[in-house]
């Protein structure tokens, strides 16, 4: 953590920002690009199993499921200790390059977005919150574990759109959607705003009160997507 810890890194200072803006900026165009392309072809690839009209959605999805995969196993490595703090903070230029990627792509093709207006600011702050990785890596790692919900829930969505709401392997998805969701997004996120606020009481230079409310709207954000989830579960069953 000592990496990361060093004030230089801190970007929000004037010699932090330009240190970080050359370390990191040509890596995050090199993971839009990335994220670009993989968008392309899963765009192109999907003709072949949906009509035109969702190939948009489908592609988008698609992307976002293989940046929870990175996003998942680079915050995995990190906080089990396999990778060390710079290479973590490296890492994470895949997740900030996939929050503006997905802005943009939101914004050009705005049927790729449920909710464009929250699914915006929630990687707005998102985006704001990965800034702190110089003092708060463990915790940005923690909340991006959350990220492999998006695998049993996009399956979930692809049975769906292929009419196999029915069946038992859909039932099985959706539980699941909901089982790691509740883990992930629900007990994570509170127990990360709970270590946040209790390491303020402990020592308040660890942190301030304004760094913890920039947490809160993302776990608030994780409360009412999953309230939305279980109402689509009694909704449906």
Same mark, same amino acid.
């Given at each position: 953590?000592?990496?990361l810890?060093?004030?230089? *890194?801190n970007?929000f ?10 370390? *990191? ?6 993971g839009?690009v990335?994220?670009v392309?993989?968008? #392309?072809?899963f765009?192109?690839q999907t003709?072949v ?6 190939q #948009?959605?489908?592609?988008?999805r698609?992307v976002?499921s ?12 990190? #906080? ?21 990627y997905d802005?943009?792509?939101?914004l050009l093709?705005p049927?790729?977005?449920s909710s ?6 929630h990687h ?7 800034l702190?990785?110089?003092r ?15 695998i ?9 759109k ?5 069946t038992?392997l859909?039932?099985?998805f ?10 992930f997004?629900v007990?994570?996120?509170?127990y990360?705003?709970y ?7 402990y020592?308040k230079? #660890?942190?301030?009160i304004?760094?913890?409310l ?7 954000m ?7 989830l279980?109402?689509?579960?009694i909704?449906s069953f």
């Amino acid at each position: 953590m000592t990496y990361l810890r060093n004030e230089k *890194n801190n970007p929000f200072t004037a010699s932090g920002f330009h240190l970080f803006l050359r370390k *990191n900026v040509p890596i995050i165009l090199l993971g839009i690009v990335f994220y670009v392309i993989a968008f #392309l072809f899963f765009n192109r690839q999907t003709v072949v199993v949906v009509p035109p009209s969702r190939q #948009l959605a489908w592609a988008s999805r698609l992307v976002s499921s293989l940046h929870a995969v990175i996003a998942f196993t680079s915050a995995l490595l990190f #906080l089990t200790h396999t990778i060390t703090s710079k290479a973590w903070d490296t890492l994470m230029n895949a997740s900030r390059a996939y929050v503006l990627y997905d802005i943009g792509l939101m914004l050009l093709y705005p049927a790729t977005s449920s909710s464009i207006q929250l699914d915006v600011s929630h990687h707005m702050i998102l985006f704001f919150i990965m800034l702190f990785t110089f003092r708060h890596a463990r915790y940005i790692a923690m909340g991006l574990l959350c990220e492999i919900t998006q695998i049993p829930f996009y399956i979930s969505w692809y049975l769906l759109k292929w009419d196999m709401d029915s069946t038992m392997l859909f039932k099985i998805f959706a539980f699941l959607t909901l089982l790691i969701c509740f883990i992930f997004r629900v007990c994570l996120f509170s127990y990360i705003i709970y270590r946040l606020i209790r390491d303020y009481v402990y020592d308040k230079e #660890l942190i301030t009160i304004p760094e913890i409310l920039t947490f809160v709207p993302i776990a608030c954000m994780n409360y009412y997507w999953f309230y939305l989830l279980v109402q689509k579960a009694i909704d449906s069953f």
